[in-house]
């Protein structure tokens, strides 16, 4: 996977508990709102790999990620 690709990333508001796990691995992509939900606010904040550990992380599976150009799905 090249580090080149630009990504999809979205947040699942409906499924997200907001443990703030993606923020911790991947902190220039989630944020968390007033909400006490995560946003994805950069989909090129953070390498793919973080981005993609993130959502292997999160305890619900609320971050998809695929491929911005194709729309390959990458995650889940
Ligand atoms: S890891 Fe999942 S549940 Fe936790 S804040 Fe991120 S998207 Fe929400």
């Known amino acids: 996977m090249t ?4 990504l999809r990333v979205r947040v699942d508001p409906q499924v ?4 703030a796990m993606c923020e911790a691995i991947a902190a220039n992509t989630f944020r968390i709102n007033d909400n006490r939900q995560s946003e994805a606010v950069n989909p090129d904040g953070d390498s793919i790999d973080n ?10 599976s609320a971050i998809v990620v695929e491929d911005a150009e194709t729309g390959e799905r990458l995650f889940p």
């Open 3 to 6: 580090e080149t690709r630009k």
């Open 16 to 19: 997200c508990v907001g443990n």
């Open 51 to 60: 981005i993609l550990e993130a959502a292997e992380n999160c305890p619900v």
